[in-house]
């Protein structure tokens, strides 16, 4: 499985972004898809997780309310829509994927990922 984010920017506190990952592959129908974050320095955070069929999701506890993940399994596409966005949110953002049935948001849990896309979130 090949990942492209992108969708990353610029954009003002409280503002909103969308992000996409568009996979290559034929079995993306049955990957867990995942966002993870990272800042210089810091080790890579977990974001957000959907399952194959996108009935169930997991979000990191300082995004619940603001992020909500989705996917378009015909599409073969994964998205973070991103609102009420705040300064510590600027991070490059990774999506990765991985066989399985279940949501994971451990880094060491997924197989793939993505180049990552930079979000920046102004004050």
């Known amino acids: 499985v090949q990942l492209q984010a992108f969708g990353g920017g610029l954009v003002q506190a409280g503002g909103s972004l969308g992000l996409s990952c568009a996979a290559s592959?034929?079995?993306?129908?049955?990957?867990?898809m995942g966002w993870f974050r990272q800042t210089p320095g810091k080790e890579r955070e977990f974001v957000a997780a959907?399952?194959?069929?996108?009935?169930?999701?997991q979000y990191a506890d300082s995004v619940k309310g603001r992020f909500t993940i989705s996917r378009d399994n015909a599409k073969n596409t994964v998205s973070l829509q991103m609102n009420s966005l705040k300064p510590e949110d600027t991070a490059v953002y990774y999506c990765?994927?991985?066989?399985?049935?279940?949501?994971?948001?451990?880094?060491?849990?997924?197989?793939?990922w993505g180049q990552g896309t930079l979000v920046t979130v102004s004050s």
């Open positions: 592959g034929r079995s993306f129908g049955s990957y867990t």
């Open positions: 959907i399952i194959w069929s996108g009935g169930s999701t």
């Open positions: 990765a994927a991985r066989s399985g049935w279940s949501t994971y948001r451990f880094v060491h849990d997924y197989e793939y």
